[in-house]
Nanobody, 123 residues
Framework: QVQLEESGGGLVQAGGSLRLSCKAS????????MAWFRQAPGKERELVAS???????YHEDTVEGRFTISRHNGLNEVYLEMNALKPEDTAVYYC?????????????????WGRGTQVTVSS
């Protein structure tokens, strides 16, 4: 019954913007760090951004200044605002939740995963 469901992915031209949303259900995630990972073909899943319940954020270096993670604890939702998209941002983006309060999540320790949403940035 616990689920994370992403939405908002799609095809966009380089320089464009997308806003990803993740709706969590089945339980409260107030005790979890919420995060976005991405995985491109042939590559390992990597942490893109994370946010604690208290609002402390982390953004991977290549997206810093372009992407912004946020969460609405009352709605059990997490968002990723993506601006100035580049072709190298193309990947499946996964919503994730990990019990605790640390920003630097490791994929192997993630407690819940969404199924992913495709983001494709064309040049």
């Amino acid at each position: 019954q616990v689920q994370l469901e992403e939405s908002g992915g799609g095809l966009v031209q380089a320089g464009g913007s997308l806003r990803l949303s993740c709706k969590a259900s089945g339980r409260s995630f107030s005790g979890h760090v919420m995060a976005w990972f991405r995985q491109a073909p042939g590559k390992e899943r990597e942490l893109v951004a994370s946010v604690t319940s208290g609002g402390t954020t982390y953004h991977e270096d290549t997206v810093e200044g372009r992407f912004t993670i946020s969460r609405h604890n009352g709605l059990n939702e997490v968002y990723l605002e993506m601006n100035a998209l580049k072709p190298e941002d193309t990947a499946v983006y996964y919503c994730a939740a990990e019990r605790g309060n640390r920003n630097l999540l490791v994929a192997a320790r993630v407690d819940y995963w969404g199924r992913g949403t495709q983001v494709t940035v064309s040049s």
